[in-house]
């Protein structure tokens, strides 16, 4: 049995230690091949992860292979904490994204969102000029409304409006429905005197590059967007936690096992 918890935290860490390459060099490539902000953006976290994942995973391998204590003591600690983020974060997920959902149209296929509906928290974020940019740039390089108006460019009006957009596509490719603007393709619509008071009406243009990604609405459907997948990234760290509490319980049993080794050495000198 003391030999199994430190040849199980040995199998398991090397494991790690390997998916921690591509995840590195996935990183450097990011930062090298990166043409744009949005892919700049992300290449500095990704090496982060890569070189994180690479050291405590050296530090779980070699303390327990080894038998060095100090090793799995500093890889205990670090995946104790771990754990803390881990679960704090899934709190935090659960309750920022409780609040906010699509607004249900009478004859469309497709919701409209709020801004006001979701999260103070999520909406400080964009709303902040900063974030905002980058975010739009980001959608902008992805060709969100881009794809959207090349799949739905021979549609009439009537078949427009069963369609079923994504949030994205709903708050930052069209106008808002309150506007009452007259559709001529998906990205292009004609302006109506209106006396509407969403202030989405007047930032609309038909411009590829602008549309409504200064709308409220095109904020909404980003925070909606963000909403479904850190509920699915919660989900999906819950079961990572139960994985990271059975690893630190095993490393808990190599460390223990490591003392008494050292101490039964020791004795004997």
């Not at 906010?100 to 004859?107: F, H, K, M, R």
């Not at 998906?186 to 989405?200: G, K, L, M, Q, V």
């Not at 967007?225 to 994985?243: P, R, Y």
């Not at 050292?262 to 004997?268: F, G, I, K």
């Amino acid at each position: 049995m003391p030999r199994f918890s430190n040849n199980l935290v040995g199998i398991l860490n090397f494991i790690t230690f390997l998916l921690s390459i591509p995840i590195l060099w996935a990183g450097v490539w990011l930062s090298k091949q990166g043409s744009t902000e949005c892919e700049k953006f992300l290449d500095k976290p990704v090496i982060i992860i890569g070189v994180f994942l690479m050291l405590i995973s050296l530090a779980g391998l070699l303390g327990a292979c080894c038998r060095i204590s100090w090793l799995l003591w500093v890889y205990l600690l670090v995946m104790f904490v771990l754990i803390v983020i881990l679960f704090s974060f899934t709190i935090f997920a659960f309750v920022v994204t409780n609040k906010g959902a699509g607004e249900v149209l009478s004859n469309r296929g497709y919701k409209e969102y709020r801004l006001g509906d979701y999260s103070s928290w999520l909406q400080k974020r964009v709303n902040s000029a900063k974030n905002w940019n980058k975010i739009k740039s980001c959608l902008i390089d992805g060709k969100i409304c881009s794809s959207f108006a090349d799949k739905y460019v021979n549609d009439t009006v009537e078949q427009f409006y069963q369609e079923h957009l994504s949030a994205l596509q709903s708050g930052c490719c069209k106008p808002s429905n309150d506007c009452n603007y007259t559709y001529v393709s998906p990205i292009f619509w004609n302006r109506n005197a209106t006396t509407s008071a969403n202030p989405d009406c007047n930032l609309w243009e038909n411009d590829p590059n602008i549309l409504c990604f200064n709308c409220q609405a095109c904020k909404a459907g980003l925070l909606d967007n963000i909403k479904s997948n850190w509920k699915k990234v919660a989900v999906v760290n819950i079961v990572f936690l139960v994985f990271l509490i059975i690893v630190y319980s095993v490393g808990c049993c190599a460390f223990r096992n490591n003392r008494e080794d050292n101490a039964y050495h020791r004795q004997w000198k």
